[in-house]
């Protein structure tokens, strides 16, 4: 068992508090669906995050992205990462895409059986086909009622396969098969997510999952990662999906089997230096710079797919042990930490003193994970470079909003280069909690309209701005809206009554009649310049922004322009020097030119001359 374990890094350590890691862009679930209570319902609906259960995101109508495009994912994560000087951390990144992939359209855990998870809804409203999505094209009312990423097959099998025994559990007492982990002692079930294969990276079984990438705080264990991603190195299991090696496998008279599609991709590793991963601990947000922790995917075209998912998992360690280098030898009594242990600490005049340390072993390698709503990875429409322009957050104040955050764009500040394309898009919904906001209320609802710089709350007029085009200004605006009513009309059918024309369903201005959905296209930037840009709707400047820039960079940068124009004046002067020499050789004797040039080369035949007298 120890040369498997060598294949692995335990994901996790000591965290006792309730979490934990939040995705902000693509928006995380945190399991949550559409309820719009303040907890979510259900936090076993598609997987374990160890999240606090006021996490989240609701679902809006679903996001896609153009393979090759960069878009960039935002989270942010409780016990510090990124060579934090507490702690030790891994952030895993992984994307996973399946024609049964789903949302579903329940908050219900899936049942287990081969057939029980397949039962169908009927869509009987727009409201519902707006968020709901069939996964059959043929028959876009019908929608699978339960979520599901992994599927049940995987389920099962990890379900009958035997855990590694070999593994580390320090004083825990844990079930048998790949069901049970320290961190997860009582087997339950959460969706149909295999308890191990959450805990432990990377895994020693095939997986549905594609790296990404690996943000770490020791950049000497990039290589380890590199070399054991499931995107190039095959994942083997038994055939009788009982033993977990080769060696019990054999013996078992079943065979060992490879089971890995490697894409060969290999995995991006960042180290403290190089990734943007760096947080203080017990604190959401404070990343480099005051900003939460990001990373920019570039969208893999590998798989083209109508049905995605992607996953961050956030471990935290401590060293009170060697996590790379402890294994089953040390459990139990042997454990190098025990469950609440007293300690002692000095004595007063021959009387020991103890203290009471909170060390919870269970949680000596603790995994926290988010996942976003599914999306869809499409075939990009040019050869040019992409960038994804979308909101992140969610209705209300900061109290409210917490763990989640308020609305803002990401990126925030955006910057391009000349000839690039931006794709404006972003999703919101209308099951947010009854949180402060503007517009109708438990509404999402964002525009970009361009101001003049960062510090105006004033949009620059209609046609000024060059950010868009005048056709696409008004639609990025209004957002395609129509049937509204003027300012006039809301007066007099809500009675002058200022708070029921804003929930009025027609009031345009604050955007009610728009769709939560919004997708703006594509947008190639040819003037460099740096553009500023708001919401309309949520820059409620009393206490909260939601502003945007985008800086474009000339096609070539100046020091390159200088170099291409020097480049071509002593082209041009070499082309005109040889046309004047070809032509004074053609001229007859006698021709101010022609003389002009025998002189020239008569000297360059002296300066010959002398060189070989020298060498004589």
Known sequence: YLSMLKLLVVLSLVALAA???YMSNPRGSNDRLNEQSTNRQN??????????????????PFMYYYAGSALELEWTNQHGCGGNKNAYCQVVIQYMCGDDVRDGTTTATIPEGDQAHRELVTLTTDEERRYFRSNDPENPDQVYRYGMHESWQYYSECSSRSRNRGLFIADRNVGSSARSTRQSNGNNRRGFECNEERDYYPYWHPTPWIDIAVLIDDSSRCSY?????????????CSNHINNNELDCQAAGATWESGSETAGKGVDCHGPTTGNHWSRDNH???GNGGKANRYRWIVSGDVISEFCVLRIRYNISTSDYDSWDT?????GALSPVKQDPYVEFGDIDGFVMNLSLAIDTSQFGRTFQDRSHTFAIRDSETDRRVYNLNVRGKRGNIVQTYPAVEYDYIPKELRVSAGDRIHTQWTGGDYQQDND???????DR????????????HPVEIGDGSLFGRDDQMRHAHLDQTNCKSLAELAATNNNNAGQMEQDDRNCMKLNAASPYFDGGMHTMDEAKTYHFMCSRNNNFTNRSQKGSITVDPFLKA?????????????????VVSIVGFTARLLPDGNPLHEGWRKINFLKDADDDDIDAGAD
């Open 19 to 21: 979490g934990d890691l």
């Open 43 to 60: 936090a076993n609906r598609l997987f374990d995050s160890q999240n606090n259960a006021k996490g989240g995101y609701h679902i809006g």
């Open 225 to 237: 990662y590199q070399d054991n991603t499931e995107n190039n190195d095959d994942r083997n299991f």
């Open 284 to 286: 959401l947000g404070n």
């Open 327 to 331: 294994y089953s030898d040390e459990n």
């Open 437 to 443: 906001g503007e517009g109708k209320d438990r509404t």
């Open 446 to 457: 964002s525009n970009i309209v361009e101001i003049a710089d960062r510090k105006k709350n």
């Open 559 to 575: 020091w390159a322009i200088a170099l291409v124009t020097l480049s071509g004046c002593a082209c041009l002067i070499a082309i």
